[in-house]
């Protein structure tokens, strides 16, 4: 190694930065996350922001800085700091096993020294061997592995995070609210894995920069795109293909990548000789495209857009399609060496079309909700001990609850519900501090505000529902007007390099609500946004965790235990009718929640070998005035055990083999009884909510990987998989009904939807 400096005093005055971005040499792809650091300088470096960029400073002298990503060769390069200087850093990608070699005393453990606490990483590659339902790669499904993260059912890509209902997760693509993240009724994610760089999972204390959310953030940032050759790669599945495209627009400047991807369930359906079945439709698309050009060495502008649509309908009797589209104008600039900011105008709209045919009674029913958002954020390296975050969000927000068009011969009336506008804003700020070599902090304030607008008539209401009083608003008139302070404190102290112990502290606000009756999401669940009736929702959560890393960063282990109380937790009265209801604020109901639990997560990131075991223990409770006698009761997504068990195995530069394993206990549930007779009708007996448990469940998935025909040209490979191996019929639902050889009895009936399904898919690469 170097000496510290050479020829410059440590104690010199002036202190000068080094920055500029981190790149694939092959590709031109910012790299996010890759860790920057002068050599023998006790920890001095930083890691590259949501877009390659990075920013170290210090003393005067002649330094060796060296650059490590995972997955790439280590860069070190000789650097004269003797004024500002911008350098641009290209790393050639490397095989697992020749870097396992290189690094292995060179691995890092921010894990260990960062504030954050319940943040995780996932790499495309991990996505991409583990095995899922069809053989189609799952951003959504694959973090539902981790320790604190629910699934919301079988084959279901809604999830649950830490206590929270699924409209408490902020999903993000490139920034966008992504509002329906799932396909095919939630059975496939809306996420192309061929379009995605980098996914991070906030579930604990997150960074005042995110809100909106109580339980967490999923940021995902689609792909850049090559900008030194043309690459066209794909996909062919037993129930689906994706092809996508990507090149240079001007070489080492800009660049461009669009991925499509379609299911073909439908044309199978064609296939039937049954009249009724082949003129079903059951099929999704998305595309995903993005372009980015280099104006100058300090600006970049970038463009991307997502689409897709599902489209299920039965014959010509029912249809639904519903879908999301959004778009991302982003434009980085760079100050100077050490600040840098990012300025992103956004705009998201998911909306639902349900037709209904029965002769004369034809009605189409369309729900919608759109937004326009712009961001300003800052980042500024001020030193090596101190980073400041600042900035400021708009949104604005359209809700179409829904409008019921009818045909001339029927007999419905056309129904028009009001739209719902408001505006969301917030400003925040948040400060990185390196206090100490032990001890790490990150802080920081977000002030939000929610303002419902006019035009429209509000009614309140009384406690039994019944319309209290009305009022009407002129178009951009405030009928109510919410704001909180939001406080975030993280803090890690090291009680060695490889341990330390965390503890952070997280108020969130929420201000748009799902009303949704199933345990999961349905696409045509009802946005509400907080309102003179609907209050904005609360999260305070704390949690204390220990991190240790083994034989030189090579296993990391995390234990983690959180406490968090919610307010203004939203619930419904019995028979709720939610959709196509002017009134639907007055079949709410409101009280508190908490959850509580414990998660342990022990990873293995280098070698041959490498995978997860995580687990959970957790409570999740609500208490809301006019269910179960105004008691704590089991929240729907209280789920007691969960474990997960991953596993992938690179055996040679031919085979790579893949498992995960899965159990929890059984969620909640609501049974009935007993059951009477009324009018010679039979009905069943409700008396309290979620007092029973569905079935434990448990499931072992397997993959294998083939490398195929690979020259500097063409690669290709062969992916193999089998969903629920050990053909275990696992409950997906249970129905109750009435014994039709005795009438006296009631049957208990388990719905199964999938066992063992093997899958095999074939993908390719033009270079």
């Given amino acids: 190694m170097l000496a510290p400096a050479i020829g410059f005093s440590q104690q010199a005055k002036n202190k000068y930065s080094i920055s500029g971005i981190v790149l694939d040499k092959g590709t031109g792809e910012s790299l996010i996350g890759a860790n920057v650091s002068f050599i023998g300088q006790n920890g001095l470096g930083t890691v590259t922001n949501s877009y390659g960029f990075y920013s170290v400073t210090a003393a005067p002298g002649h330094y060796q800085l060296i650059v490590s990503f995972t997955g790439y060769s280590i860069d070190t390069v000789d650097v004269v700091l003797d004024k500002n200087k911008t350098l641009q850093i290209n790393l050639t990608k490397t095989s697992a096993q020749l870097d396992e070699v290189i690094v292995s005393d060179k691995r890092k453990s921010d894990n260990v020294s960062r504030a954050t606490m319940g943040v995780e990483k996932m790499s495309i590659e991990e996505i991409k061997n583990i095995p899922v339902l069809f053989g189609e790669q799952d951003i959504l499904k694959t973090i539902q592995l981790l320790p604190g993260i629910k699934s919301a059912g079988e084959g279901n890509s809604g999830f649950y995070v830490r206590g929270g209902s699924a409209d408490q997760n902020l999903i993000l693509l490139d920034e966008a609210v992504v509002y329906n993240p799932s396909h095919l009724l939630g059975f496939f994610s809306t996420f192309n894995s061929d379009a995605i760089k980098d996914v991070t999972v906030y579930k604990g204390g997150m960074p005042a920069e995110y809100g909106g959310r109580l339980a967490s953030v999923i940021d995902i940032k689609m792909n850049d795109g090559n900008n030194q050759k043309y690459v066209v790669s794909g996909g062919v599945g037993l129930i689906a293909s994706r092809l996508s ?70 014959g010509s009797l ?66 090596k001990d101190n980073k400041l975050n600042f900035g400021i969000d708009i949104k604005r927000h359209s809700i179409l609850p829904g409008t019921i068009t009818a045909s001339g011969t029927s007999s419905f009336n056309d129904l028009n519900l009001e739209k ?45 529902g019944t319309t209290k009083d009305s009022s009407t608003y002129s178009s951009g008139q405030v009928v109510k007007s919410y704001t909180y302070l939001e406080p975030r404190f993280a803090t890690s102290y090291k009680l060695r390099e490889d341990k330390s112990i965390k503890f952070s502290y997280t108020r969130n606000i929420q201000n748009l609500h799902l009303l949704s009756n199933s345990t999961g999401t349905n696409p045509t669940d009802l946005w509400v946004g907080s309102s003179n009736n ?89 208490k809301i005035d006019g269910i179960n006698n105004n008691q704590w009761y089991d929240a729907t997504q209280d789920r007691r055990h969960e474990l997960s068990v991953v596993g992938i195995y690179k055996k040679n530069d031919k085979w790579t083999f893949s498992s995960t394993f899965i159990y929890y206990t059984g969620n909640a549930v609501t049974y009935p009884s007993g059951k009477y007779t009324l009018n010679g009708q039979v009905y069943f007996y409700y008396p309290d909510r979620n007092t029973y448990r569905m079935p434990n469940y448990a499931r072992l998935d397997l993959a294998a990987t083939l490398q195929g025909k690979k020259t500097k040209k063409y690669d290709s490979n062969w992916s193999f998989s089998i969903y629920n191996a050990l053909d275990r019929a696992n409950a997906y639902s249970i129905n109750f009904q009435t014994d039709p050889n005795d009438p006296t009895k009631t049957q208990a009936v388990q719905t199964t939807l999938f066992k063992l399904i093997p899958s095999v898919t074939y993908n390719f690469k033009f270079l």
């Fill in 420 to 464: 719902k506008l408001s505006l969301e804003s917030a400003a925040y700020i948040s400060h990185e501090w390196s206090a100490s070599p032990k001890v790490n902090v990150t802080y920081g304030l977000r002030l939000s505000n929610f303002s419902a607008l006019g035009p429209g008539t509000f009614y309140t209401y009384n406690s039994d």
């Fill in 318 to 383: 029912f249809g639904l399609t519903y879908g999301n589209l959004t778009s991302t104008l982003r434009w980085n600039h760079v100050y100077n060496s050490r600040l840098f900011s990012n300025t992103s105008l956004i705009y998201s709209n998911y909306n639902y079309v349900i037709d209904i045919n029965s002769g004369s009674n034809d009605i189409s029913i369309t729900s919608r909700i759109r937004d326009w958002n712009l961001k300003e954020d800052f980042q500024n390296f001020i030193n």
């Fill in 245 to 314: 495209v990507e090149g240079p627009i001007a070489k080492d400047k800009g660049s461009f990548t669009v991925s499509a991807r379609r299911t073909y369930a439908d044309l199978f359906l064609k296939l039937s000789h049954d009249t009724t079945l082949n003129k079903d439709i059951l099929y999704f698309y998305d595309i995903n495209a993005k372009a980015n050009y280099k104006l100058s060495d300090k600006d970049h502008l970038y463009l991307s857009a997502y689409t897709g649509r599902d489209d299920l309908g039965f």
């Fill in 534 to 622: 609907v209050k904005p929702e609360i999260a305070d959560q704390v949690a204390l965790g220990y991190y240790q890393n083994f034989k030189k960063n090579l296993y990391e282990f995390s234990a983690e235990i959180y406490y968090k109380g919610m307010q203004n937790q939203i619930d419904y009265k019995n028979g709720a009718k939610l959709n196509a209801n002017a009134n639907v604020e007055s079949e709410l109901l409101y009280g508190v929640g908490r959850a509580y639990g414990l998660e342990l997560f022990l990873k293995k990131k280098y070698g041959k070998l490498n995978g997860w075991i995580g687990y959970t223990l957790a409570k999740t409770e609500r």
